[in-house]
């Protein structure tokens, strides 16, 4: 069974920077796409940035330069990294796997029907 648990989050001005992570665990498929979406107040869930099995990234528009997401294998770990915020950015975070065959699905609001996720962790940016 899959399991993902993040970490990191919390409050920062804007320009800050902010790390997220999340642990997962059941991921025994050699086939998957990894990602982060987010969701603010009032407003539908959005896409931030995918990563597949051989390490091609996706970004949104809005975050490209801003924002990296990254893996380390040997931790089972995703991360996002995120640098020069801006209020805008502030959402609850959630990260989110699953098995994808094709790997070119991997990215933008495909990231929103990954089958598991995370428990979601609040980023506020203050101007």
């Known amino acids: 069974q899959v399991q993902l648990v993040q970490s990191g989050g919390g409050s920062v001005q804007a320009g800050g920077s902010l790390r997220l992570s999340c642990a997962a665990s059941?991921?025994?498929?050699?086939?998957?796409?990894m990602g982060w979406f987010r969701q603010a107040p009032g407003k539908e869930r959005e896409g931030v940035a995918s990563i597949d099995s051989d390490g091609s990234t996706n970004y949104a528009d809005s975050m490209k330069g801003r924002f990296t997401i990254s893996q380390d294998n040997a931790k089972n770990t995703l991360y996002l990294q995120m640098t020069s915020l801006k209020p805008e950015d502030t959402a609850m975070y959630y990260c989110a796997a699953d098995y994808l065959p094709d790997r070119r699905y991997c990215g933008g609001s495909n990231v929103l029907v990954l089958g598991y996720r995370g428990q979601g962790t609040q980023v506020t940016v203050s101007s």
């Open positions: 059941g991921i025994t498929y050699d086939n998957y796409c």
